[in-house]
């Protein structure tokens, strides 16, 4: 489980969110849901410890984030940004093997059980039978599936993911999520993702972190419901 402790977040003077108090629990899947320009992605890149809040802390294990050393942070929490990795001719495995550079020496050697994880992410996201394939060579779905791999590799207990269904049709939409809920349940991991697609996520999500008006407040079931409803005037 990962905590906000009265944590702030600034952006160029504006205050995107303030003194923020919550919980979230281990083996869940948490949709983070706002307006464009609430401050989604400053509060994700917060929570990885890959910037700095401007007051209070993110707590893991009783361990502030931004307290620890860059090592120690990539065995605890990992980042799928919304970039996708596109390096021609590179295969599959060896980006999902990226993930395991926090426990390899320091020449980067990958050990037979670096090797086996590796083959378990892949296997875990449905992407075995594309391990030697280049990834850019992929689809944009196929690509997010061996981002979300790669993290897995990684074997930290929180996973945070900015608009990891963005760019998709709405079938892998639909698809993405199912996973990330599915990986949430099975490996008891904390996941966290930003996503404008409430359709895609309502189904499997069993919280919504709800930013607007620099609060965060978490809800689920009808509330959740209720309350985004509220927010997008669906």
Sequence with gaps: MITLSNLTLAYQQKCLLRSANVTFGSGTLTALVGRNGAGKSTLLRAIAAIDNPAEGSVLLKGENL???NAEQRAKLISFVS??????????????VAIGRAPYTNWLGSMQPQDKLLVSNALEAVGMSD??????????????????I?????????????DEPTAFLDIPTRFEICRLLSDLAKSSGKTIIFSTHDIDAAMPV????????????????????????KTLFSL
């Design 66 to 68: 931004h307290k620890l």
């Design 82 to 95: 919304t970039q996708r990795v596109r390096i021609a001719n590179m295969l599959c495995q060896d980006v």
């Design 130 to 147: 594309f391990s030697r394939r280049a990834i850019d060579t992929l689809s944009d779905g196929e690509c997010q599936r061996i981002m």
């Design 149 to 161: 791999a790669r993290a897995l590799a990684q074997q930290t207990p929180v996973i945070v993911l």
């Design 205 to 228: 999500c069993d919280t919504f972190a709800i930013l607007e008006n620099a609060t965060l407040t978490l809800h689920s079931g009808a509330e959740a419901q209720e309350q985004i």
